[in-house]
């Protein structure tokens, strides 16, 4: 028995930030990033999707303890960005901009740490109902 399985767990946090290029004026900021540059910040209801493929433990019948993964994503995820001001309470974001695309990555490396390296992880992100990145690419 050496089935190939992938499981998936939601999670949903807000948070707010400001994207930005520090290196530039903030007309030119406004200008690129629209709205999403306010200087007094702007928030998100972030919906998040981990999906870990591997084969099913022969014994257990699990690929990974969904408990355990309710646990990590609430406990280095959500505990530690919910109701957050990203580009000031987070040290992640203190020298990246926070976008989508890189809170995503973020999120993945935060978690491989966690997986063990024969589970493959991936990460989605919408930043709105409509608008997703997803890490790594398949």
Partial sequence: MNEIV???????????HRLF??????????EFFGKCSN???HGHNYELEVRLTGAID??????????????????HVEDRFDHKNLNVE????KHRNPTAENICV???????????VDI???????ETPRNYVSYPVD
């Fill in 6 to 16: 992938s499981i998936y767990r939601r999670a949903h946090f807000n948070a707010a």
């Fill in 21 to 30: 290029v520090s290196q530039w004026s903030d007309e030119e900021n406004s």
């Fill in 39 to 41: 200087p007094y910040y």
């Fill in 58 to 75: 022969p014994v257990t019948g699990f690929l990974f303890d969904m408990t355990r993964l309710k646990d990590l994503i609430k406990i």
């Fill in 90 to 93: 987070c040290a992640e974001f």
């Fill in 106 to 116: 973020v999120i993945y490396n935060i978690l491989r740490e966690y997986i063990p």
């Fill in 120 to 126: 493959k992880l991936r990460v989605k992100l919408w």
